[in-house]
């Protein structure tokens, strides 16, 4: 079995948030990490303990005119730079592209607002999570692990599956490698609140749809494609034509769950455009420019709030765990 669907976290930030220890002592976020090093046959020194292999790209977000009735939030109101940093899954710093272990894809965007502040998006190209708790997420990797060279049966992490029906169903979803991740739909897994200047106020969650469209690889073309054909592939459309996408907001409906990560809302609830990402500029060195960001979910602006969500509240405790070891402190 794949473990591309369970490593699904984007661990890569601040905030510190403590949560109960499990058997070792250790907070469970901090198990997280631990896990997901081992998993990746790390520790990689210098990269992030998820979502290692990345690359960054810079940009403008321009919002609609419908954006600042969502929310009074300082990007909503008039165009702003953005850095966007596109990831592979696992901790493997090389991992190639198209490996099923690579998915789901990441993307991080930093809207660096007029005041000198900036505001994190974090999201993955599935839509759902596979746990509800970081301890049932804790427990999914943990499976995983101990699986690996087992020989009963039903395996640790088939035991896991059978009593999750959540973990189950996300990592059986198909996850194709795309054309490109000018080509990849990127989903906001947690719920926030937003509120414009009137006060009233919202729950949603982010999509983040390319214009050119979802496009992907049949298996054949996926056998063949280079280690690193996603990565180059984003620089060069950048520099060229430049790449842009549309940033939704899919509403919530009375008695939608809002703290529940598994709990996929239907199609049919209301989207709001909220803007354009247009991605238009390569940076000279990536990979340095990449060690020191903190790409946060928690790091937010006024007129967007968090959610309860565990899962949620859970990632930037987990983050600063990743970060600190990724500078060695």
Same mark, same amino acid.
Request: glycine fraction near 8%.
């Given at each position: 079995?794949?473990?591309?669907?369970?490593?699904?976290?984007?661990?890569?930030?601040?905030?510190?948030?403590?949560?109960?220890?499990?058997?070792?002592?250790?907070?469970?976020?901090?198990?997280?990490?631990?896990?997901?090093?081992?998993?990746? *046959?790390?520790?990689?020194? =210098?990269?992030?303990?998820?979502?290692?292999? $990345?690359?960054?790209?810079? =940009?403008?977000?321009?919002?609609?005119?419908?954006?600042?009735?969502?929310?009074?939030?300082?990007?909503?109101?008039?165009?702003?730079?953005?850095?966007?940093?596109?990831?592979?899954?696992?901790?493997?710093?090389?991992?190639?592209?198209?490996?099923?272990?690579?998915?789901?894809?990441?993307?991080?965007?930093?809207?660096?607002?007029?005041?000198?502040?900036?505001?994190?998006?974090?999201?993955?190209?599935?839509? *759902?999570?596979?746990?509800?708790?970081?301890?049932?997420?804790?427990?999914?990797?943990?499976?995983?692990?101990?699986?690996?060279?087992?020989?009963?049966?039903?395996?640790?992490?088939?035991?896991?599956?059978?009593?999750?029906?959540?973990?189950?169903?996300?990592?059986?979803? %198909?996850?194709?490698?795309?054309?490109?991740?000018? @080509?990849?739909?990127?989903?906001?897994?947690?719920?926030?609140?937003?509120?414009?200047?009137? =006060?009233?106020?919202?729950? $949603?969650?982010?999509?983040?749809?390319?214009?050119?469209?979802?496009?992907?690889?049949?298996?054949?073309?996926?056998?063949?494609?280079?280690?690193?054909?996603?990565?180059?592939?984003?620089?060069?459309?950048?520099?060229?034509? *430049?790449?842009?996408?549309?940033?939704?907001?899919?509403?919530?409906? %009375? =008695?939608?769950?809002?703290?529940?990560?598994?709990?996929?809302?239907?199609?049919?609830?209301?989207?709001?455009?909220? $803007? @354009?990402?247009?991605?238009?500029?390569?940076?000279?060195?990536?990979?340095?420019?990449?060690?020191?960001?903190?790409?946060?979910?928690?790091?937010?602006?006024?007129?967007?709030?968090?959610?309860?969500?565990?899962?949620?509240?859970?990632? %930037?405790?987990?983050?600063?765990?990743?970060?600190?070891?990724?500078?060695?402190?």
């Amino acid at each position: 079995m794949k473990i591309s669907a369970i490593l699904s976290v984007l661990f890569a930030a601040t905030v510190a948030v403590t949560y109960p220890a499990l058997a070792d002592d250790k907070p469970v976020t901090e198990q997280l990490v631990d896990t997901l090093t081992t998993l990746s *046959g790390g520790p990689h020194a =210098g990269y992030r303990a998820n979502h290692a292999k $990345g690359v960054m790209v810079q =940009g403008t977000f321009t919002p609609t005119a419908q954006a600042a009735g969502i929310s009074q939030a300082a990007h909503f109101q008039k165009a702003t730079p953005v850095l966007v940093r596109f990831s592979d899954a696992t901790g493997v710093p090389n991992i190639p592209d198209a490996n099923g272990n690579a998915f789901p894809k990441g993307i991080a965007i930093r809207f660096q607002l007029p005041d000198g502040s900036a505001t994190d998006i974090v999201s993955i190209s599935v839509n *759902g999570f596979p746990a509800a708790t970081p301890e049932d997420f804790l427990g999914l990797l943990n499976a995983v692990r101990d699986s690996q060279g087992s020989t009963a049966k039903p395996s640790p992490v088939e035991q896991f599956l059978g009593a999750h029906p959540a973990a189950l169903k996300f990592v059986t979803t %198909p996850k194709p490698a795309p054309v490109s991740f000018a @080509t990849q739909p990127f989903f906001g897994v947690n719920a926030f609140q937003f509120t414009n200047a009137a =006060g009233k106020a919202v729950y $949603g969650r982010y999509q983040i749809v390319p214009v050119a469209g979802a496009q992907y690889l049949n298996q054949a073309a996926a056998d063949k494609a280079a280690p690193d054909y996603l990565m180059t592939d984003i620089v060069a459309r950048v520099q060229a034509k *430049g790449v842009q996408y549309k940033l939704l907001l899919q509403l919530a409906a %009375p =008695g939608d769950d809002v703290n529940n990560a598994t709990v996929v809302w239907p199609d049919s609830r209301q989207t709001v455009e909220l $803007g @354009t990402l247009t991605l238009n500029k390569a940076l000279a060195d990536s990979q340095a420019a990449e060690k020191p960001i903190m790409f946060n979910p928690l790091q937010l602006t006024d007129g967007i709030a968090p959610s309860q969500d565990p899962i949620l509240l859970a990632r %930037p405790a987990a983050y600063a765990v990743s970060y600190g070891r990724r500078l060695g402190h």
